[in-house]
């Protein structure tokens, strides 16, 4: 590996955890009733930012039919992870 692949993945590592931190932050702002609204706990945001699929792991109810569609909450997650940056 050359020096500037190494530069390169510790930016693409850096802007990875900044946006990760950003979504997290975004995330502890919202009340407990707007974390509902998109199925996920205060308890469980460090885990959905991870990307930790939280049904694997026992926690929450099985995912109902909004869950299924576009606008379930990993896609909005999801939307807050994949956002440019500002």
Do not use: H, K
Request: proline share 3%; hydrophobic share 45%; net charge positive.
């Amino acid at each position: 590996m050359s020096i500037l692949n190494l530069f390169l993945s510790a930016g693409r590592a850096i802007a990875d955890w900044r946006r990760r931190e950003r979504a997290y932050a975004e995330l502890m702002a919202l009340d407990d009733r707007s974390l509902a609204d998109i199925g996920v706990c205060r308890s469980q945001i460090r885990a959905v930012i991870a990307g930790e699929n939280l049904r694997d792991r026992g926690a929450g109810p099985a995912p109902t039919v909004e869950a299924t569609n576009f606008w379930s909450a990993q896609g909005r997650l999801n939307g807050l992870l994949t956002r440019p940056n500002l």
